[in-house]
């Protein structure tokens, strides 16, 4: 278990910022990771703050390991016919969250949860499951009988027994909502850790962009390149994260939907980076679940988000918007990089 918790604290970016001493910064745990908020200019404590407070009210209105929580509210009345009362956060989130699972379908679903549950990844004893537990959970994942309706700003699930996990989006949004109360309070330059998830506000304060370092998946001291973030999130999901093992066999938490097993797409981590923060936190897991060329050829189709694929076979692919202020470090880690171009 100590294995365990400690990979949830593996740092996936390195931040090479060479920005001077920030204003101020905050560092807290919550959404199962530890975040910190650095911002600076005028005001710099007072904003930081409030970027915190709204980080964890957030979480305890979308976590479902919190009693109270609007998502716990929800899955709790799984198959009783209870249309639950949502605020305007949770339902857009929701709503999102089901349009994601329209892009690449059997790629994403937030309703995986109870295989999640099924493979003690919210638990402290992780197992894989035995045929018939795995064939119960997989039969309660269907995001197309999560019931949305706007109007009444309420939500339900259709069958007893299903749940909600927000977990792949709820970084995302909490980095849009964050960085909102930064602007609001009149900060141009901040720099948002939020666990696996950077966000980068305005330059630095010298006005060039944040470097940021994307780690190695097989040693995290190491980092395989550096890209160059300004007004943009960059979100990556690996199998390195969370993990165990048993009987020799290694199994990590990304679960594909399809099979109810952690995916296995032939690729070791996904980092997207986008300025809408929702998409790059929804896409890292999907497109890790996809694998690299169903991701690519999802790129594109697409103009509003860039990829770093690291694969199983040690190639780095990295899409021409990135390259630009791109540095590649991985060669002297065994690693080859390609520029991949529409």
């Known amino acids: 278990m100590k294995r365990a918790i400690a990979s949830l604290l593996i740092p996936v970016f390195f931040l090479l910022t ?26 710099a404590a007072e904003a930081a703050s409030a970027a915190r407070q709204e980080v964890e009210a957030l979480n305890a209105k979308l976590s479902r390991t919190e009693a109270d929580s609007l998502i716990s509210q929800l899955n709790a009345h799984a198959g009783d016919g209870t249309a639950v009362d949502m605020d305007g956060d949770t339902l857009e989130l929701l709503t999102f969250a089901k349009s994601v699972s329209q892009l690449l379908p059997g790629c994403f679903d937030i309703t995986i949860a109870p295989v999640m549950d099924a493979w003690g990844f919210t638990g402290e004893e992780r197992h894989v499951p035995d045929d018939d537990t795995l064939a119960a959970a997989m039969a309660l994942v269907d995001s197309d009988k999560l019931l949305i309706d706007e109007a009444a700003g309420t939500a339900r699930l259709e069958t007893a ?16 909502r964050a960085e909102a109360v930064l602007r609001e309070a009149g900060v141009t330059s901040a720099l948002l850790d939020l666990g696996r998830n950077i966000t980068a506000v305005g330059p630095k304060t010298d006005g060039t962009a944040w470097r940021v370092g994307v780690a190695d998946p097989e040693d995290d001291s190491q980092y395989l390149c550096i890209v160059s973030l300004e007004d943009q999130t960059a979100s990556t999901s690996g199998g390195y994260e969370r993990w165990f093992e048993e009987d020799g066999v290694r199994y990590h938490h990304i679960i594909d939907p399809k099979t109810g097993y952690p995916a296995d797409s032939g690729l070791k981590s996904v980092t997207v980076i986008s300025s809408n923060h929702l998409l790059a936190d929804a896409l890292s897991t999907t497109l890790f679940v996809a694998g690299p060329e169903a991701a690519l050829d999802f790129w ?24 630009a202020g791109f540095e590649f470090r991985g060669e002297e880690l065994g690693y080859d990089c390609q520029i991949v171009r529409r």
């Open 300 to 323: 594109r189709s697409r103009d509003d988000f860039e990829l770093v694929l690291c694969t199983d076979q040690g190639q780095l692919l990295v899409t021409e918007g990135l390259e």
């Open 18 to 43: 060479g920005c001077g001493t920030a204003e101020a910064q905050e560092q807290f745990f919550t959404m199962d990771t530890v975040m910190s908020i650095t911002v600076y200019g005028k005001g």
């Open 161 to 176: 027994g299903m749940s909600v996990d927000l977990g792949a989006v709820a970084k995302g949004w909490a980095a849009a």
